[in-house]
């Protein structure tokens, strides 16, 4: 059974920080492509940057310089490094597979405020 579990968001003021992680569980995930997604209130679910099982990784222009995706796959982890946050970074964020999508989880919340 796939199991993909967000955590690390919060509340935070523009141009802090957050670390999110996940753990995945059920399938091969040093074999998996894998990446973070959000959705925006109101918005549709998309994906923010994504690391290959040989981890070259790719983002999309909004968040490029400020976030760092890195995986451990002795863990089966993936982590997204956000800095810099700006008040449109908020939103839900899952992680999940690129090529294969697993069911999804329930995300962690980031909301960027002052």
């Known amino acids: 059974q796939v199991q993909l579990v967000e955590s690390g968001g919060g509340l935070v003021q523009p141009g802090g920080s957050l670390t999110l992680s996940c753990v995945a569980s059920g399938f091969t995930f040093s074999q998996t492509a894998m990446g973070w997604y959000h959705q925006a209130p109101g918005k549709q679910r998309e994906k923010v940057a994504h690391?290959?099982?040989?981890?070259?990784?790719n983002y999309i222009d909004s968040v490029k310089g400020r976030f760092t995706i890195s995986r451990d796959n002795t863990k089966n982890t993936v982590s997204l490094q956000m800095n810099s946050l700006k008040p449109e970074d908020t939103a839900v964020y899952y992680c999940?597979?690129?090529?294969?999508?697993?069911?999804w989880g329930k995300g962690t919340r980031v909301t960027v405020s002052s």
């Open positions: 690391i290959t099982r040989w981890g070259y990784t």
């Open positions: 999940n597979g690129v090529t294969t999508v697993f069911p």
